[in-house]
T-cell receptor
Framework: AQSVTQLDSQVPVFEEAPVELRCNYS??????LFWYVQYPNQGLQLLLK??????LVKGINGFEAEFNKSQTSFHLRKPSVHISDTAEYFC???????????FGSGTKLNVKP | DTAVSQTPKYLVTQMGNDKSIKCEQN?????MYWYKQDSKKFLKIMFS???????INETVPNRFSPKSPDKAHLNLHINSLELGDSAVYFC??????????FGSGTRLTVV
C-alpha cells in the first residue's frame, strides 16, 4: 500500500525568503514522485516530477525537489518566494507498477509582503 | 486550446436531483480520472478509465456512475444528490508516467 504525508498543513513565509515544503511517502514498490500546485479556484498544475536519474529535479517557477530514497522523502524547495507563489501544494506518488496517483493532504503556502 | 475541459464550472442543485458533469481531453491520453476534493482540500480518486475501460473504481456510492463514450471523454453522472456530495470534482488525464493534466474543476453545491 502507498501513502503520502505532507507534514505541514500551512507554511507562512515572507516574500524573498527561502521555503521548504516537506513530503514523505511509504510504498512497497518503487515509485514516481510529483509536486502539483493549486492556485485559488483553479485546477492542479504539475510543478515537477521525479521518474529516475538525478535525484535533484528542477521544475517551473524556480521550484526544485530532491528525492531521498533512504528517507523516503521528496521535499520541495524554492530559494526566494514571491507573493504569487501563494497557493496549495500537493505531493503525489505513483507506484511504478500501476497507474494510480496518491496525493498528500496538501500544504498551504502563504507568502506575506 | 484547453487540454482538459470540464463543464459546468459551477453547479448548484437541490437534494435528490440527478446531475451530470462532462469532461473532455484533447491530449490524446489513454487514461482519464475523476477525483473529488473535499472542503479540507483532500483529493480522493473515484474512477479511472483506460481506453474506455473501467480500471479503478474506488469505494464510491453507486449513485455515482462514470461513462466513457470514447477515450477523449469521461462523464460523471450523480443520482439522488446528497448534501455530502458537495465538493469540487476534478477530471484528469494521463499518459503512462507523465503525470496528470487536470481540468479546472466543477464546484458542486447541494442545497
Amino acid at each position: 500500500a502507498q501513502s503520502v504525508t505532507q507534514l505541514d498543513s500551512q507554511v507562512p513565509v515572507f516574500e524573498e525568503a527561502p521555503v521548504e515544503l516537506r513530503c514523505n511517502y511509504s510504498s512497497s514498490v518503487s515509485v514516481y514522485l510529483f509536486w502539483y500546485v493549486q492556485y485559488p479556484n483553479q485546477g492542479l498544475q504539475l510543478l515537477l516530477k521525479y521518474l529516475s536519474g538525478s535525484t535533484l529535479v528542477k521544475g517551473i517557477n524556480g521550484f526544485e525537489a530532491e528525492f531521498n530514497k533512504s528517507q523516503t522523502s521528496f521535499h520541495l524547495r524554492k530559494p526566494s518566494v514571491h507573493i504569487s507563489d501563494t497557493a496549495e501544494y500537493f505531493c503525489a506518488v505513483r507506484p511504478s507498477n500501476f497507474n494510480k496517483f496518491y496525493f498528500g493532504s496538501g500544504t498551504k503556502l502563504n507568502v506575506k509582503p | 486550446d484547453t487540454a482538459v475541459s470540464q463543464t459546468p464550472k459551477y453547479l448548484v442543485t437541490q437534494m435528490g436531483n440527478d446531475k451530470s458533469i462532462k469532461c473532455e481531453q484533447n491530449l490524446g491520453h489513454d487514461t482519464m480520472y475523476w477525483y473529488k476534493q473535499d472542503s479540507k482540500k483532500f483529493l480522493k480518486i473515484m474512477f479511472s478509465y483506460n481506453n474506455k475501460e473501467l480500471i479503478i473504481n474506488e469505494t464510491v456510492p453507486n449513485r455515482f456512475s462514470p461513462k466513457s463514450p470514447d477515450k477523449a471523454h469521461l462523464n460523471l453522472h450523480i443520482n439522488s444528490l446528497e448534501l455530502g456530495d458537495s465538493a469540487v470534482y476534478f477530471c484528469a488525464s494521463s499518459q503512462e508516467n507523465y503525470g496528470y493534466t487536470f481540468g479546472s474543476g466543477t464546484r458542486l453545491t447541494v442545497v
